[in-house]
């Protein structure tokens, strides 16, 4: 998929869901009729996009070349890539939005889990999150966090989160995200997401 995107390059969020089938050695899924179901393979923060089968299944993506992408294997792992979100500056310094951030995937993995549904996959399944090329980046915690001195600038290239064991395809996407949430917010020097109430209930501080 690396031709189609310029993700390897720049910072990008990296969502997987990995059905535990997937690694069965039968696993070989017919995907071909989405090619024809656009509407069924939904792109990160895009409101339109264009489709191909590929090697390793089907892709959609927008533009070329494209700032985000889904690849469906054949195996049945869906992996969902944007490549502009955390890709913005301020005073020459990369700035990752976390409201908009983590909005953005919590929007994407319902839309994943009804493609799984559509393609007859059952759980449990594993859900990854990974931040790559932030190398320098910085957390902006809201829209009131003006404190340039209190930002810590992370100095690790890629994060790669550990992943969550999700039981049902109708759990609540925020539950099952706060704790990764909650890690990248740790690598960025704060405790937990401030995006989230007491009873971890997603809020988008601002």
């Known amino acids: 998929m ?42 990160m923060r895009s409101r339109g996009w264009n489709n191909r089968i590929n090697l390793d299944g089907l892709v959609t993506f927008a533009g070329v070349p494209s700032s985000a992408f889904t690849q469906v294997f054949r195996t049945g792992i869906v992996e969902s890539v944007e490549a502009a979100l955390l890709n913005r500056e301020f005073n020459g310094i990369k700035n990752i939005p976390s409201a908009g951030y983590e909005q953005t995937v919590l929007e994407h993995l319902p839309r994943c889990f009804a493609l799984l549904k559509e393609l007859g996959i059952a759980p449990p399944l594993a859900v990854a999150l990974s931040l790559v090329n932030v190398a320098g980046s910085q957390m902006i915690a809201s ?33 099952i995200l706060k704790p990764t949430f909650d890690l990248v917010w740790n690598a960025f020097g704060y405790a937990e997401s401030w995006n989230f109430d007491d009873e971890g209930q997603w809020i988008q501080r601002r």
């Open 143 to 175: 829209q009131h966090d003006y404190d340039l001195n209190k930002r810590y600038q992370i100095t690790q290239q890629h994060i790669v989160l550990p992943e969550v064991v999700v039981d049902s395809l109708d759990e609540d996407p925020a539950k």
């Open 2 to 43: 690396k031709p189609l995107s310029h993700a390897s390059l720049v910072p990008s969020s990296y969502l997987h869901c990995i059905p535990f089938d997937s690694f069965s050695d039968q696993r070989e899924l017919d995907i071909s009729r989405l090619y024809s179901q656009p509407d069924k393979v939904w792109v």
